[in-house]
Antibody
């Protein structure tokens, strides 16, 4: 079964850091580009970051540029999102999603919740 | 960035109704549009890609159409399981962008 499982969310103080992980199974992880998408409470979906299959290319949304770093370890079939200088507005459920040029984002994890609060 | 605008924001309908949701892009995205269904507390479910192609396992009552800047998602005969929030998303170019969502409610 094709599956993505996020972890690493939690409660963090403003200005703090957090590293999210996304484990993949059921497909050849190293062949796929990956994305992170978030959803603030009661709000819509917001794409925040992309990484190519070989890690050669990364993109970030303006809302997180300079504070977030996406990375991956193909040997471990894992995707990561290092988040620094966290703000209250970063409070959201964070999803990892598989990306293809044909389908867009066809497989999503169940999400991990990040709460930024003092 | 490409802006995606969905309408309506909320839609009230009954089981058996035919409903249509519209999504407009601020510039041409060819057919690089996906639709997702999301239920409360759950991850988005991938429904349609390339504007009109149903993902495996998606019921045939769902259909998508359009190209360029105008797109629609139609549900031909609403079932109880269809009441949810629907999002369109362009994947023509990064940054990927989503519509604001359409909440489909039971009338």
């Amino acid at each position: 079964e094709v599956q993505l499982v996020e972890s690493g969310g939690g409660l963090v103080q403003p200005g703090g850091s957090l590293r999210l992980s996304c484990g993949a199974s059921g497909f050849i992880f190293s062949s796929y580009d990956m994305n992170w998408v978030r959803q603030a409470p009661g709000k819509g979906l917001e794409w925040i970051s992309y990484i190519s299959s070989s890690s050669s290319t990364t993109y970030y949304a303006g809302s997180v540029q300079g504070r977030v770093t996406i990375s991956r370890d193909n040997a471990k079939k894992s995707l990561y999102l290092q988040m620094n200088s966290l703000r209250a507005e970063d409070t959201a459920v964070y999803y990892c999603a598989r990306a293809t040029s044909l389908y867009g984002m066809d497989v999503w994890g169940q999400g991990t919740t990040v709460t930024v609060s003092s | 960035d490409i802006q995606m605008t969905q309408s309506p924001s909320t839609l009230s309908a009954s089981v058996g109704d035919r409903v249509t949701i519209t999504c407009r892009a601020s510039q041409s995205i060819s057919s690089w549009l996906a639709w997702y269904q999301q239920k409360s507390g759950k991850a988005p479910k991938f429904l349609i890609y390339k504007a009109s192609i149903l993902e495996n396992g998606v019921p045939s009552r769902f259909s998508g159409s359009g190209s360029g800047t105008e797109f629609t998602l139609t549900i031909s005969s609403l079932q109880p399981d269809d009441f949810a929030t629907y999002y369109c998303q362009q994947y023509n170019s990064y940054p990927y962008t989503f519509g604001q969502g359409t909440k489909l409610e039971i009338k």
